[in-house]
């Protein structure tokens, strides 16, 4: 029995070093593989995950299309503000047409 004990641990240090190996390119098609393999079995499962992240995305950037667009025309009515208000008083003619 005491052999057999002995033997365990040279087949698995055989195993471990077959799995090394192998060339990354080999490793890379064995994952690919199984990555098509899991996504075939769970398709119906991963496609709404899929459909909403796609969804969410696209509303990121519609939102970030429009929050460039408006933030110019802001910034232009700021620095507007900003002059009149630096301007000190109005002229007369502006502060009461009727006098």
């Not at 698995?12 to 070093?17: D, G, H, L, N, S």
């Not at 990121?60 to 630096?86: I, Y």
Request: net charge positive; proline share 6%; charged share 35%.
């Amino acid at each position: 029995m005491s052999t057999m004990a002995n033997t365990t641990p040279i087949m698995t240090t055989v195993t471990k070093t077959a799995n090394k190996e192998k060339t990354p390119k080999e490793a890379d098609v064995a994952l690919k593989a199984n990555i098509l393999d899991f996504c075939e079995e769970h398709y119906e499962d991963i496609l709404p995950v899929i459909m909403d992240k796609i969804h969410r995305d696209k509303r990121k950037e519609v939102h970030a299309r429009l929050d460039f667009e408006e933030n110019p025309r802001k910034s232009r009515r700021v620095r507007e503000g900003s002059q009149n208000s630096s301007a000190g008083t109005l002229p007369a003619s502006y502060r009461n047409p009727s006098k």
